[in-house]
């Protein structure tokens, strides 16, 4: 097709976003702004991650800066200054680039500054939750809007020094009286989310995000400094084979976790075995699970109880995109979204992929009930 050989009508994230809320009389345009700041600390990381590996050469993430009085990195990428923000938005971004003579900050801590502050400048947030921040973050009134970000800035961090895909989750909610902001707001079940993503600095750098209306992937073009739309409408296989979990916690696991990873491996209806996948870096592991189909999951086991992942910002915007895209994602107990928070950085089972693999799990926990 001529249009796909020149590719001349670009869709950015931002014309897509503003075209669905272009259909929601009630928008102002609030989620569009609020999501752009969300990109520009997407694009910020994906910038410092790719320059992650010749960071030990020249000392950006080093313990130290090896040459304290000179600034350790410049940021000359022209995707930062290509973006349309205000001038002190570039220049914030810039000077947590360049804490000139200081300590230089690792990778997990720069990124949370840099979305703490894209999150507080963009106007429409009122309470932030990282998983890099004990506390969540009340924003100053002047500043405030009506939606609360809960996210992880660079997840699976562990694993930057090996070059494996790494990534960012945010989950956003809508407060419910701007005049009585409370940590109420952030303890809401899943299900109410607005909007939920995760970015995954890997091979390519790519956007998953969903507003309600189904799931959409952007890649960043690396020359244009933007992410175009590349997998409209993502929609996870009914069944997948593949399933992709920690087997080292098996020893410790309950027994429809077991029964179900051993039906994975010696399937008794005739059918093939799945094939095991594990990253260890959630993003790419939920990634590939949405897009080849399959079940990612972190169980509980007699060790954590609660399993490993972060409710608000790992298991919450997950299990929103997994249903967005015709999966399902279940605790063990119930539909991870019905799920009530009561601490920021509360923990849960999460067990999320393929509808009817995710309904053989829930089979399993039914039995045992
Ligand atoms: P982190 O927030 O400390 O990076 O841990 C979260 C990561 C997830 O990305 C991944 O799914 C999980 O930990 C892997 O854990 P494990 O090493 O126990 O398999
Ligand atoms: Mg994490």
């Not at 590719?7 to 102002?28: C, F, G, K, W, Y």
């Not at 923000?85 to 000139?100: A, N, R, T, W, Y």
């Not at 956003?172 to 993503?197: C, F, S």
Request: glycine share 8%; net charge negative; proline share 5%.
């Amino acid at each position: 097709h001529e249009a796909d050989a020149y590719r001349t009508d670009l869709m950015t994230i931002t014309r897509h976003v503003l075209n669905e809320q272009s259909r929601n009389p009630e928008a102002r345009g609030d989620l569009t702004i609020l999501l752009s700041h969300i990109v520009l600390g997407c694009k910020f990381v994906a910038s410092a991650v790719n320059k992650a590996g010749l960071a030990k050469l020249i000392g950006l993430a080093g313990e130290t800066n090896v040459q304290a009085s000179a600034p350790a990195y410049q940021p000359s990428s022209p995707r930062l200054t290509s973006v349309i923000f205000l001038p002190c938005e570039i220049e914030m971004v810039k000077h947590s680039l360049c804490d000139q003579g200081e300590e230089q900050k690792k990778l997990d801590v720069l990124s949370n500054e840099v979305f703490v502050k894209a999150l507080v400048s963009s106007g429409r947030t009122c309470v932030l939750v990282s998983e890099e921040d004990e506390e969540a973050t009340f924003v100053e009134p002047a500043l405030r809007g009506k939606y609360c970000v809960c996210f992880d800035p660079l997840d699976g961090s562990s694993n930057i020094d090996c070059g494996v895909s790494i990534g960012t989750i945010f989950g956003i909610y809508m407060i419910k009286d701007k005049e009585n902001v409370t940590l109420e707001d952030v303890l809401q079940p899943g299900k109410n989310m607005v909007a939920a993503g995760y970015c995954m600095y890997g091979s390519s750098c790519t956007l998953v995000l969903s507003t309600g209306n189904g799931v959409n992937g952007f890649t960043l073009d690396p020359s244009l400094g933007e992410f175009i739309l590349t997998h409209p409408d993502i929609k996870i296989p009914k069944k997948g084979k593949i399933y992709s979990v920690n087997e080292g916690n098996a020893k410790n696991w309950d027994e429809p976790t077991a029964k179900f990873v051993e039906k994975c491996k010696f399937p008794k209806d005739g059918s093939s075995p799945k094939s095991l996948r594990y990253i260890g870096s959630m993003v790419a592991d939920v990634h590939r699970t949405l897009l080849y189909g399959g079940v990612f999951l972190y169980p509980a086991d007699k060790k954590s109880p609660n399993g490993k992942l972060r409710v608000l910002y790992e298991v919450f915007p997950m299990s929103f995109l997994m249903e967005q895209a015709g999966g399902q994602s279940f605790t063990g107990k119930q539909r991870a979204l019905d799920l009530v928070p009561t601490k920021i950085h509360e923990r849960s089972p999460i067990f999320l992929g393929s509808y009817e693999d995710v309904e053989e799990i829930k089979g399993l926990y039914a039995e045992q009930a």
